[in-house]
């Protein structure tokens, strides 16, 4: 019995242990729905919320979109965009079933049949939303778009589709649908100011009743508004073609027309439909061209023509009205242009890079509204040279500006059968940075981009806003010349940073935006920092030397601290340059200026004068900078200036006996600069022991010195005759040599000096007087004279030799005078440091008095003392010109070339690949390997 009690109890305890574990899913699956009903309460709360601060609807905004206005730099209006606009409403029952057809099947295939809000749509869109990120797609309305553009900001946040749908819900119940379509297509921008279907039809088509549209036109309305600037016909006919194309198929694809009516319609030309007379640009276009560009992209959605905004610009008007002066064909315009040649220009502020002024194309007229200043681009010749390689050798080999390169021969591409070449087809050999910077040449550029590595060149372009063809640089990018373009635009922004400091962001021309409703949109760049200020400043003062001694001297402002580079491009199949670039800055502006061959179709020709982008930068500078201070680029504490020996490889220190002549000042990263001295002109100890003798049997003189080295030396010989100049002799490797033919009753004055290689010691010289002569004296001169300091008895032992009639001898020291009757002389006394100049001149008694025979002079240098400063002495033969061995030159004059540097003017050279003519001179030409894009595309 207790058995069956104690085992019912274990079978109770077991079920209650598995009716413990049953309900766990069941408590898992209430907790889920609880949480599924809480945010299905606050997310219908939350809607409900939304909705009910969603902006009322107002008639009066429903058809006419508010206008933005534009403030320059210093907050004046300069441009009320709804005062260029050109409107003309129409009515619903004037709209051709031609255009609605286009207009639905490309915005809103099933207008006619939904409520306002499309479900279909709106699945899709919440799909590709899920998969691609929220905003990926829209799935707005044409209802829905005509009350986002009445009533709200075009930010993709849910709280605003939300109420974009239930404002859309209420106006189809408010409005037919012919009255909400008839809204729709009077308020959109289509381009060239015009606003409505109706005033874009008479614009670009000259068309004023609708009823006359043709499918293509109605396809090409249709499709405008979505980006009107890109699918200009005026401007983009072949843009515009592809959109017409994308609505014809949408059309057949919703049943609108026929495949072969759609055929037939992708045949027509664009340019056939258009008017002839275009509308007149607006003032500073361009400059409003990329005020539109910057808000389309940094606040999606928004269209300055129809969001009635206050935008803050970054124009100076004063800046840009010059800017288009220069642009124009006026006869007051300082520069003529040739035929062929368009022109764009970029004016920013050093500092900030705040865009000043735009000028997008000369005249404005031909490719009408085309912004070459920002849109397309083209090679950038041998402006690309600080950008790719010197600037990028600074910042991670800490190249020096005397860094030297060896410009010796065509660089040979490896892998491939292409050699770069200079522009003037000569090679300098090695050369600083510097000079192979500011002359342009190709080689050392390339070479320098290969030293410091293509990796690290590309990481510092691209720091500077280049973009590179494929996302790879190459080679020939150092000299502009692979498939990498630029805008004018992103090369002032470029060549901006390296004149701040090293500080870039990217040019801009809006610092914010107002919206309608008070909201504030700040759109200023942020700086950073892209390079060390040493890179900054060391390239900036290379490229200072372009100016003032290089290829871009015709661009230099004097009294204006300029820094610049020139470029140039060439064809690949024919000569001449298609662009000429010069991008240049002070501290206050940069300015980068293009000019580009274009025939009456829009094709690449070659310039007639390469020298207007220079004359453009020139003429804007001087002008922007009258009556301002422009400070010149101050040098980092980063930056060292050293003086180097010209030719020393690497960089040396002159030593006390470099020549001026072969010393240059360059700069260094800190820690970086030269330490060791050069050696190349030390100077040689001078001979000692320096005697001339005459032999009276043989007519000449006998020459002897001493030398004590171990070193290689010869030595050059020079003499003058009676005070005249210094000839040389010869040189010899003896230490005696003889003058023969010697003229009788002559002083000569003799100098020996010692040499090896570019080395040279200090002359030592002596004289003596020939005998003979008809005005010889009866008293001959001493000989032999000598003078030699004793340092043991400080004092200064002269001694010489005489062969005449019984005399004294007057001998005056420095000055002092007394008379001996022997034949030397001890001077005690003798002050260290200080050098003596000996006179002796015998004198005879006869009966008619004293007989004065002819002066002989030598000096002695006493040594200076510890701590003082001397050259010791330099014996030798006495002279008629007391100047002793003191005398001497500066080394070797004229031996010595310095770094072969090639400085002198070079002739024209014929285009060739990869090579560059900067066209400073009349006789420069400075091509580069360039093969420029057939049209300029967006």
């Not at 003799?750 to 002359?763: K, L, R």
């Not at 032999?784 to 002269?798: C, K």
Request: net charge negative.
């Amino acid at each position: 019995m207790a058995e069956n009690s104690q085992s019912r109890t274990a079978r109770r305890n077991q079920k209650k242990s598995k009716s413990k574990k049953k309900p766990a899913w069941k408590k898992i699956l209430k907790i889920a729905l609880i949480v599924i009903l809480a945010l299905g309460i606050g997310t219908v709360g939350l809607i409900t919320y939304w909705i009910a601060t969603a902006p009322d609807l107002d008639e009066s905004e429903l058809s006419v979109p508010f206008s933005s206005t534009l403030y320059d730099k210093n907050g004046e209006e300069f441009a009320d965009l709804s005062g260029e606009q050109k409107r003309k409403p129409i009515q619903a029952e004037d709209l051709p079933q031609v255009l609605v057809d286009a207009v639905t099947a490309t915005e809103d295939a099933r207008f006619f049949d939904h409520p306002g809000v499309d479900i279909r749509r709106v699945g899709g869109a919440v799909l590709a939303n899920v998969t691609d990120g929220f905003g990926s797609q829209g799935a707005s309305t044409i209802t829905q778009q005509v009350v986002e553009r009445a009533f709200l900001t075009p930010d993709k946040k849910i709280s605003l589709k939300v109420q974009e749908a239930w404002l859309a819900l209420q106006l189809e119940r408010e409005y037919s649908k012919d009255q909400i379509l008839e809204m729709y297509l009077n308020g959109i921008f289509y381009g060239s100011n015009s606003y409505g279907v109706a005033q874009a039809a008479e614009t670009y088509f000259g068309k004023t009743d609708l009823n006359d549209l043709t499918l293509p036109e109605a396809a090409i309305l249709a499709g405008l508004p979505q980006r009107p600037t890109a699918y200009n016909p005026f401007e983009n006919p072949d843009l515009t073609k592809e959109r017409m194309n994308t609505v014809l198929t949408l059309m057949v694809r919703h049943g609108k027309i026929s495949q072969d009516e759609a055929d037939e319609a992708r045949e027509v030309d664009i340019p056939s439909l258009l008017v002839e007379s275009r509308p007149n640009p607006t003032a500073y276009q361009s400059f409003i061209q990329q005020v539109e560009k910057e808000v389309n992209e940094k606040i999606e959605g928004t269209d300055i023509n129809t969001a009635g905004l206050k935008i803050y610009t970054t124009l100076d008007s004063s800046i840009q009205e010059h800017v288009e002066y220069l642009l124009t064909d006026s006869d007051e315009n300082p520069i003529k242009y040739p035929d062929d040649t368009q022109a764009a220009m970029v004016v920013l502020d050093t500092k900030t890079g705040a865009v000043q002024a735009i000028g997008g194309s000369r005249n404005n007229d031909g490719n009408y509204g085309y912004n070459y200043a920002t849109r397309g681009g083209t090679q950038l010749g041998s402006t690309a040279k600080p950008i790719m390689a010197y600037g990028p050798a600074i910042e991670y080999n800490q190249m020096s500006t005397y860094h030297q390169i060896n410009d010796d021969e065509p660089f040979a591409i490896p892998g491939t059968e292409t050699s770069i070449r200079n522009w003037n087809r000569q090679y300098g050999g090695w050369m600083s940075a510097r000079h192979a910077l500011n002359q342009s040449l190709n080689v050392p550029a390339v070479k320098t981009l290969q030293e410091v590595g293509i990796d690290n060149a590309q990481k510092f372009a691209e720091g500077l806003g280049i973009k590179f063809a494929d996302d790879q640089m190459v080679l020939t990018d150092a000299i502009g010349g692979a498939g990498t373009n630029v805008t004018p635009l992103q090369l002032a922004g470029a060549f901006r940073a390296f004149g701040n400091e090293g500080i870039y962001n990217e040019p801009y021309t809006v610092t914010k935006v107002e919206f309608p409703d008070g909201k504030v949109v700040e759109l200023k760049p942020e700086p950073k920092a892209v390079m060390a200020d040493s890179t900054a400043y060391m390239t900036t003062d290379m490229l200072k030397s372009v100016v003032t001694e290089g290829t871009g001297q015709a661009a230099n402002v004097p009294g204006v601290p300029i820094a610049g580079k020139t470029g140039t491009t060439n064809f690949t199949d024919k000569e001449g340059s298609p662009d000429a670039w010069f991008a240049g800055y002070s501290t206050n502006y940069t300015i980068s200026a293009w000019t580009g061959g274009y025939d009456e179709n829009n094709k690449r020709v070659a310039l007639q004068d390469t020298n207007i982008s220079k004359a453009l930068f020139k003429n804007t500078m001087t002008k922007i900078s009258e009556g301002v201070e422009t400070a010149d680029f101050e040098k980092p504490d980063s930056v060292v200036e050293v003086a180097v020996e010209k030719g020393s490889n690497p960089a040396a220190l002159p030593s006390d006996y470099t020549p001026s002549s072969e010393i240059v000042k360059e700069l260094f990263v800190k820690g970086t600069e030269p330490t060791k001295t050069s050696e190349k002109f030390d100077e040689l100890d001078p001979v000692s022991g320096l005697k001339a003798n005459y032999d009276e049997e043989s007519g000449a003189v006998q020459i002897e010195w001493d030398y004590d080295s171990d070193a290689e030396v010869s030595f050059e010989v020079s003499a003058s005759v009676d005070g005249g100049q210094m000839q040389g002799l010869s040189s010899t490797e003896d230490t005696s040599m003889e003058i023969s033919e010697v003229e009788p009753g002559s002083v000569y004055e003799i100098q020996v000096v010692a040499t090896s290689g570019s080395m040279s010691s200090e002359p030592a010289a002596t004289s003596i007087t020939i005998p003979g002569g008809e005005d010889d004296e009866e008293i001959p001169a001493v000989s032999g004279l000598s003078a030699q300091y004793i340092a043991d008895r400080s004092l200064i032992d002269v001694s010489w030799s005489y062969d005449g009639p019984s005399a004294s001898f007057e001998v005056s020291v420095n000055g002092q005078t007394q008379t001996v009757q022997s034949e030397g002389i001890e001077v005690s006394g003798a002050a260290p440091g200080e050098s003596y100049s000996i006179e002796v001149t015998p004198i005879s008694q006869t009966d008619d008095g004293d007989v004065r025979g002819p002066t002989q002079t030598t000096t002695v240098d006493v040594p200076a003392e510890e701590g003082q400063n001397g050259n010791g002495g330099n014996n030798g033969n006495g002279g008629n010109n007391g100047n002793g061995g003191n005398n001497g030159n500066d080394g070797n004059d004229g031996n010595e070339n310095g770094n072969n540097e090639n400085n002198g003017n070079s002739n024209n050279g014929d285009s060739d690949n990869q090579d560059e003519a900067d066209e400073n001179e009349p006789d420069e030409d400075e091509p580069d390997e360039d093969e420029p894009e057939e049209n300029p595309e967006e």
